[in-house]
């Protein structure tokens, strides 16, 4: 049948800003899709703790006032998300988010920040796996195709409807569908297991950010570092 009429845990994150090590969350869905089809879902806002910049709410919506008002305490939101994922894992059950080295790291660091269980603490020591990044594997898939890599873009190339970009709920839902319609288009990615697919987008994003790195360094940029770890980027000293 393939993974991707299986069951499937759409996640994303609207944050405070770009560097996941230093952004907070705001808010934070995870929805069950099976065969492009909503199941469920749990949504949370969270009190970031720290201003919201007006850039970050310019692009999510959540004003530092509802944010404080209706939000629950970061640390419980960040737990819970971490505790309704890793029992998905802990069930082999693939999560999937749009540039997951994003989302996981950020939510990493927010366990951190509160002095929470980490994902690898409450997977008994074992990485966040499987993982599917619609975002890894585009690249990989179609990697000289011109254009944007956003959600909204990729979303446009493979005719899934993105409701409200930049919405959690609306882009955990968008991704989940987005991985079908990948693997829909690419019997290849389609026919792999979740377990070997991640293994393969580890490869790919490796590949990915030396190509990149190597890119930027010949146009000058010789201090150029892009990072390759995938799917989650521990802070210094941990474990990558």
């Not at 969350?25 to 007006?54: K, N, Q, S």
């Not at 069930?91 to 989302?103: L, S």
């Not at 030396?210 to 010789?222: H, P």
Request: proline fraction near 6%; charged fraction near 25%.
């Amino acid at each position: 049948m393939g993974w991707h009429r299986e069951l499937l845990i759409g996640f994303d994150l609207e944050t405070t800003g770009t560097d996941p090590r230093e952004a907070r969350i705001v808010t934070g869905a995870v929805i069950e899709v099976r065969a492009g089809e909503a199941m469920g879902r749990r949504e949370w806002l969270a009190d970031p703790g720290v201003p919201i910049p007006e850039d970050a709410v310019a692009v999510h919506g959540i004003s530092n006032e509802r944010a404080t008002a209706e939000g629950s305490p970061a640390g419980q939101v960040a737990d819970a998300i971490a505790g309704v994922l890793t029992a998905h894992w802990k069930k082999g059950v693939p999560v999937v988010a749009y540039n997951a080295a994003f989302d996981l790291t950020l939510l990493s660091a927010e366990l951190r920040r509160h002095g929470l269980p980490s994902l690898r603490d409450r997977l008994g020591g074992a990485d966040p796996a499987p993982v599917i990044d619609p975002y890894t594997i585009d690249r990989s898939v179609d990697r000289y195709r011109r254009g944007k890599r956003n959600l909204e873009a990729v979303c446009a190339e493979y005719g899934v409807v993105l409701d409200s970009a930049h919405d959690a709920t609306a882009d955990a839902l968008a991704a989940a569908r987005l991985a079908c319609a990948i693997a829909g288009r690419h019997p290849k990615v389609a026919a792999l297991g979740p377990v070997e697919l991640h293994r393969r987008q580890i490869e790919w994003y490796a590949a990915w950010a030396a190509d990149f790195q190597d890119f930027l360094r010949r146009k000058g940029e010789t201090d150029a570092v892009i990072d390759g770890t995938w799917p989650l980027r521990e802070p210094a000293g941990e474990r990558v």
